[in-house]
């Protein structure tokens, strides 16, 4: 960021790991394997230029009861919705793909009924109806209904293919890809929707504080961290020093189409420090030095205060992938049969190993982070 020693742009080395995506769409070219309702009839989806699937919906079992359960939230505030596939499902929620009339759309229910998510899929559904009255500068899906008590959402299916099915891409994006991303990005975090719209979802303070106790920043980290956010704060007053982002920019979640990007999946929007979406991007495109280098130009353009909110905002990205992805060699490491020898299927699980050497990865990047953080500090 500030000289080649403290750079934040240095091409990491080679990774071949796969973790999974997880945005609520799918490839249109590479639909999921799930059967539609309907007997052995072959229904062809408006507008997704895929061949035609048959099957239905498998409705036995505790899986399908709460897919049941979940189609009849939907049933409930939009009648008309026909479900046809699964989209994916996890612990969580559950995406459907169904018509309403000519039109596609797709549902999302939740099943883990937690304050943590219940919260999550209420802000996401305030942000689409914030949407109807105030447009953002980005494509994003009409809403068609939602009931924020039954954490219900039903929103209509954008065509477009997903930027990257993996939340960390096994190899870099076309550049012409990341530039479309990167222009979406940039024109969201230049709006502002109007005062009171949205709010702020992170504490910057207590997130610190809270990876401070849980041993991922040391003592120096925590302090240099909170000095950049004071001298932020400080440099740009109380009134603009935010800033509008989606708070979850992963490729995962865009779609790209010649009509332009579409984001989806808002359940994290609101006020940041700058450059948090940049950051994000940052941390998930290891396999892009050329694209990381234009993020951090990008970063640094936006003057000194907007330059070390990026960087604060970077390492608690990285810390936050850290500990996710620890927890989860952790939770392999006690796994039965190890997987068979051979490469990963694009949205497979990643390996064990895989996710070790994404991890190594991330604790490099977030070294190299650290080093623009101490630097920033001392030129304070």
Known sequence: MYTASSSVSAPPRSLHARPVGGGPYLDPARPAAAPVLGGGRSRRIPGLGTPPLSGRLDLSGPQGAQ??????????????????????????????????????????????????????????????????????????????????????????????????????????????????????????????????TFDAPLDYAARISRYHELGLLTDRDMGDLQKLVHGIAHSAGRQGMGQFCHGDSLLSNMLLSPA???????????????????????????????????????????????????????????????????????RSMHEATPAAPGPAHPGAAPSGEEQRLLLRRLHDDCQMARKAVRAAVGTR
Not at 125 to 147: K, N
Not at 283 to 299: D, F, K, M, Y
């Open 67 to 196: 897919l049941r359960t979940a189609i009849a939230s939907v049933h409930r505030i939009c009648p008309e919705f026909a479900p046809v596939q699964v989209l994916r499902r996890s612990g969580r929620s559950v995406l459907l793909v169904g018509t309403t009339g000519r039109s596609t759309a797709v549902a999302k229910c939740l099943l883990d009924h937690s304050p943590v998510w219940t919260e999550r899929i209420r802000h996401e559904i305030a942000a689409y109806r914030s949407f109807v009255r105030h447009r953002p500068p980005v494509r994003v899906p009409r809403l068609i209904a939602a009931d924020p008590d039954n954490c219900t959402l039903v929103i209509e299916r954008m065509p477009g293919r997903v930027a990257a099915l993996n939340r960390h891409p096994v190899e870099a994006p076309p550049r012409a890809d990341i530039r479309a991303a990167l222009g979406a990005i940039c024109r969201l975090n230049a709006w502002r929707p109007p005062a009171g």
């Open 260 to 330: 332009g990007p579409v984001l989806v999946d808002w359940e994290h929007a609101g006020w940041y420090l700058p450059g948090y979406d940049l950051a994000t991007l940052w941390a998930v495109l290891g396999e892009a030095p050329v694209a990381r280098r234009q993020i951090s130009q990008l970063a640094q353009s936006a003057g000194p205060a907007a330059r070390d909110a990026f960087l604060v905002n970077l390492m608690l990205v990285l810390t936050r992938e850290i500990r996710t992805y620890e927890t989860a060699v952790q």
